[in-house]
Nanobody, 127 residues
Framework: QVQLQESGPGLVKPSQTLSLTCTVS??????????WTWIRQPPGKGLEWMGV???????YYNPSLKSRTSISRDTSENQFTLQLSSVTPEDTAVYYC???????????????????WGQGTQVTVSS
């Protein structure tokens, strides 16, 4: 059973870079066709797909966040990382990492396609 765990600071100051790591256990991030994603949910709003990194290291980003978002991976640690630059209070949200067990070459997947979720981590942007 694949398990995902987010880690990172819970409080980030405006204009700084938010950095979160997702540690994966029970499966490899290089498993063919697996796609690993970051999703967030601001308070009182729906889920927002931020971007993905696929099994082959290719990345796809939400166009609305692309200029500020970077997703990378460390295969030796079986982790993938989200960086979101120039944050504002509007980036306050619960951030989730998740696994989609197939690949479609895009940043967006139907919510029902997620097979495994991390527990989520609250990130607040405030001075």
């Amino acid at each position: 059973q694949v398990q995902l765990q987010e880690s990172g600071p819970g409080l980030v100051k405006p204009s700084q870079t938010l950095s979160l790591t997702c540690t994966v256990s029970g499966g490899s991030i290089t498993t063919t066709y697996y796609t690993w994603t970051w999703i967030r949910q601001p308070p009182g709003k729906g889920l927002e797909w931020m971007g993905v990194i696929a099994y082959d290291g290719s990345t796809y980003y939400n166009p609305s966040l692309k200029s500020r978002t970077s997703i990378s991976r460390d295969t030796s640690e079986n982790q993938f990382t989200l960086q979101l630059s120039s944050v504002t209070p509007e980036d306050t949200a619960v951030y989730y990492c998740a696994l989609i067990p197939y690949y479609s070459g895009t940043y967006y997947y139907p919510t029902g396609s997620v097979r495994n979720w991390g527990q989520g981590t609250q990130v607040t942007v405030s001075s």
